[in-house]
């Protein structure tokens, strides 16, 4: 605890290659690269109130509680496909496999899918489902590199309900979705044609998220599907880091207290 009646209150910052630490009356309150005290924010404003004199100033600071991520589903590959399943619908030879160039965003594994030059529609499906917790925001999140015959071939996460069909999970996300639509005019067709999908080309790896508040308290399953026509290849569609996590609520506690800097 700060022992706010000294006279005066002190107020030291220590600055270290952009990392500030700010101490009241020699006890540390807030830690760094920025300092802010916002509503999604933790950290320290200082300002000169019209009274003050001096070296008077005001500092208002936050300390927050929970916010942390809870995993619900974590799996780099590392360990292989055993949280894995896999389906096709046109060539049985099709398969997800470890990628063989172990090119990987983390760690030395990743999940790879061809883009084939022939007809091709297989999936790589969660082997159980969670249930999405209710009451607290809940995302998934994955590391992804592709490089797919543009508008032509593309990739799609679908999930679903309960054992239930499976749905396109395209409005889900918030963060990097679908980059474009593919075309229903080429003539050897790719089974997602007309459909909103991962298409054309990422430089290295990227992140995307999807939120799944809509899926509260559901038994769910996510599957990533990779549809190809007869005609170019390319490389395909890495996977890697996919993640299922929860926050908890946080808390802010807020103090103002004027102080003599020194």
Same mark, same amino acid.
């Given at each position: ?11 030291l ?15 540390? !309150? ?11 924010h !933790?950290?320290v ?11 008077e100033?005001?500092?208002?600071? /936050? ?29 049985? /030879? ?16 990743? !999940? ?20 999405v917790p ?19 071939d593309?990739?799609?996460?679908e ?9 396109? /999970? ?22 997602? /044609? ?69």
């Amino acid at each position: 605890d700060i022992d706010t009646g000294l006279s005066p209150n002190t107020l030291l910052v220590k600055s270290d290659a952009g990392q500030m630490e700010f101490y009241v009356n020699d006890v540390l !309150v807030w830690s760094g690269m920025a300092f802010t005290d916002s509503g999604t924010h !933790v950290g320290v404003a200082m300002y000169r109130d019209a009274a003050s004199t001096g070296n008077e100033l005001d500092v208002d600071w /936050a300390v927050q509680s929970g916010g942390t991520q809870v995993a619900k589903f974590i799996d780099g590959f590392e360990q292989g496909l055993w949280n894995w399943t896999q389906t096709t619908t046109v060539n049985t /030879a099709d398969a997800w496999v470890i990628d063989p160039w172990g090119y990987s965003a983390t760690g030395l594994k990743a !999940v790879f899918g061809e883009n084939y030059s022939h007809r091709s529609d297989y999936t790589l499906q969660m082997g159980a489902p969670i249930i999405v917790p209710a009451g607290v925001p809940v995302f998934m999140r994955f590391n992804h590199y592709f490089a797919i015959e543009e508008l032509y071939d593309g990739g799609v996460v679908e999930y679903s309900v309960n054992g239930g069909p499976w749905t396109d /999970a395209g409005p889900l996300f918030v963060e990097r979705g679908y980059t474009a639509t593919l075309l229903t005019s080429d003539v050897s067709t790719t089974p997602l /044609a007309g459909r909103s999908a991962f298409t054309g080309f990422t430089n290295g790896y990227t992140s995307s998220r999807l939120d799944l508040s809509t899926l509260a308290g559901q038994s769910v399953r996510f599957r990533f599907r990779l549809g190809s026509d007869s005609s170019a290849r390319y490389d395909g569609w890495d996977i890697d880091d996919v993640q299922i996590y929860s926050c908890s609520p946080a808390s802010y506690r807020y103090t103002r207290l004027p102080v003599t800097w020194r």
